[in-house]
């Protein structure tokens, strides 16, 4: 599966929105700007990425807590998400749903959540809706080594293994779940090892370089879309801020964090693998870096200048009639 320029361009303009948003989320916050929890994905973004490179919006993907990264690797517009985030009514939920609670179904994104472990059934009830109606669309369900842990986790790999569903399970190992070490809170080496108890494939790969996510989560797709059925993806990766804004990161070691940003950020990481492969020029990857510093100060100017949800919009949207 060779990537054209155009597409590793877009790999990496899809990165940089993440981590300069993520960036830009923890100075609001540290400034006062804006209020809020929020759990930010920066450090992650090969892995949302990497699986989003193979997707279109008739794909679809459950998230998390930790959910910016999966929406705007899904193409999520982040004037939108910005607005969501100040509670305001041109956000993509309207101004209701707030940092983990950001859906948009035209773009196949299901939604944060946050309840731990809850993004996973939805995942698999979209993949059970994809195999009943028939095409190929296939379902990915980000979730973190500490919702691995959940029963609802258990469940529906076991469903889906059983009814051979076209989901992609995705582990974003971080090694932590808030304060816990991995190690501390999980029964085996790797998450992955997990699959082989509902009979699906289960793999181990390294979640902080874009090529091996890209041509991992390749195969469990096409897998999938074949109708052979889920595969189980672990990706070793690395939360570069706290589990949220705020948090003094007392359990782990300052050394274990500078050492991860300087030497397997997925960003440098891209950059030396296409630069050094003469894919990509230095001087190209510093345009799309300007170009994404603007988009997001102009993300945050839209949600600033925006205006907040009226008292009559509060019972909006709140029930479906069929
Ligand atoms: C059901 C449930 N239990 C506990 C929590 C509190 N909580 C929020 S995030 C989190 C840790 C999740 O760890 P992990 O799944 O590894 O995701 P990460 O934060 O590392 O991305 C916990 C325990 C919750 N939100 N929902
Ligand atoms: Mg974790």
């Known amino acids: 599966m060779e990537l054209t320029r155009e597409q590793l361009i877009d790999a990496y303009r899809r990165m940089r929105l993440i981590r300069g948003f993520e960036d830009k989320l923890n100075e609001l916050v540290m400034a006062g700007r804006l209020s809020g929890f929020l759990h930010l994905y920066a450090g992650e973004e090969a892995v949302a990425v990497g699986v989003a490179a193979h ?3 008739r794909d679809y993907f459950s998230s998390t807590h930790r959910g910016h990264g999966h929406c705007i690797a899904k193409g999520v517009d982040i004037n939108g998400m ?19 609670h950001i859906a948009d179904v035209d773009k196949g994104m299901l939604g944060a959540n946050g309840i731990v472990g809850a993004g996973i059934p939805i995942a698999v009830g979209a993949a059970l809706t994809a195999k009943t109606r028939g095409g190929d669309s296939v379902s990915v369900a980000f979730f973190g080594d500490g919702a691995s842990n959940q029963g609802a986790f258990h469940e529906v790999a076991n469903m889906a293994a059983l009814w051979k569903l076209p989901v992609v399970f995705v582990c974003e190992n971080n090694g932590y779940g808030e304060a816990t070490p991995a190690e501390f809170a999980v029964s085996v080496p790797n998450v992955a090892d997990r699959a082989s108890a509902y009979g699906m494939p289960g793999l181990v790969a390294n ?53 991860m940003r300087r030497d397997h950020d997925p960003l440098t990481g891209f950059e030396e693998q296409t630069v050094s492969g003469g894919l990509l020029s230095a001087d190209e990857l510093r345009e799309v870096d300007a170009a994404v510093a603007d988009e997001i100060e102009q993300a945050v100017k839209f949600a600033e200048e925006s205006p907040s949800p009226t008292p009559e919009d509060l019972l909006a949207d709140v029930y479906v009639r069929y």
């Open 207 to 259: 979640g902080m370089d874009f090529f091996e996510v890209y041509a991992e989560a390749g195969e469990a797709i096409e897998r999938a879309r074949r109708g052979e059925g889920p595969s189980l993806l672990e990706f070793k990766t690395y939360r570069y801020y706290g589990h949220f804004v705020g948090d003094n990161t007392a359990y782990r070691l300052k050394e274990e964090e500078e050492a």
């Open 55 to 57: 997707l279109t919006d």
């Open 82 to 100: 910005m607005a969501e985030l100040f509670g305001r009514a041109t956000g993509t939920c309207k101004g209701k749903g707030g940092s983990m």
